[in-house]
């Protein structure tokens, strides 16, 4: 994958980001939008990591560090494109940027359904610890 180019994201690449997400990305939540992406990319603008190939967008993850916790959400990688090294790219990216801030565990959100995403964290040394369980509380502006 030479041509593989990662990097983060800017504001001009959201409109783009959001649409993949609808074709690669599994399930939506309630942030998925422009406003909610474009906090994202404001707040901490290396957070938001694209893959592209040839010009085109194949892949992102977001690597969210709060200071305390790294936390990976938006693992997709385009159908067409899938189990040839862009998810690992993804993965690798990620896990380098939270070595550099001092992050020291990283966990991901992974939909039960999901199979295929499971088996994607699995191969990439994930694990699934099931005492826990995820809590939500949708917050009203």
Same mark, same amino acid.
């Given at each position: 994958?030479?041509?593989? /180019? @990662?990097?983060?994201?800017?504001?001009?690449?959201?409109?783009?980001?959001?649409?993949? #997400?609808?074709?690669?990305?599994?399930?939506?939540?309630?942030?998925?939008?422009? &406003?909610?992406? $474009?906090? =994202? @990319? +404001?707040?901490?603008?290396?957070?938001?990591?694209?893959? *592209?190939?040839?010009? +085109?967008?194949?892949?992102?993850?977001? &690597?969210?560090?709060?200071? #305390?916790?790294?936390?990976?959400?938006?693992?997709?990688?385009?159908? +067409?494109? /899938?189990?040839?090294?862009?998810?690992?790219?993804? =993965?690798?990216?990620?896990? $380098?940027?939270?070595? &550099?801030?001092?992050?020291?565990?990283?966990?991901?959100?992974?939909?039960?359904?999901?199979?295929?995403?499971? /088996?994607? #964290? $699995?191969?990439?040394?994930?694990?699934?610890? *099931?005492?826990?369980?995820? #809590? @939500?509380?949708? =917050?009203?502006?």
């Amino acid at each position: 994958m030479n041509d593989l /180019r @990662v990097r983060a994201a800017t504001p001009a690449d959201l409109d783009a980001v959001l649409a993949f #997400w609808k074709t690669a990305a599994e399930g939506t939540s309630i942030s998925d939008d422009r &406003a909610g992406v $474009e906090r =994202l @990319v +404001e707040r901490d603008p290396q957070a938001l990591i694209l893959a *592209e190939l040839d010009g +085109e967008l194949v892949g992102t993850v977001i &690597a969210g560090f709060d200071g #305390w916790r790294c936390h990976l959400y938006r693992l997709a990688v385009h159908p +067409e494109r /899938r189990r040839r090294g862009i998810g690992s790219a993804l =993965l690798t990216a990620a896990e $380098e940027r939270f070595v &550099a801030l001092g992050g020291r565990r990283a966990d991901a959100m992974v939909l039960v359904r999901n199979e295929g995403g499971q /088996r994607a #964290w $699995e191969a990439g040394g994930y694990h699934p610890e *099931e005492q826990w369980r995820r #809590w @939500v509380k949708p =917050l009203s502006s």
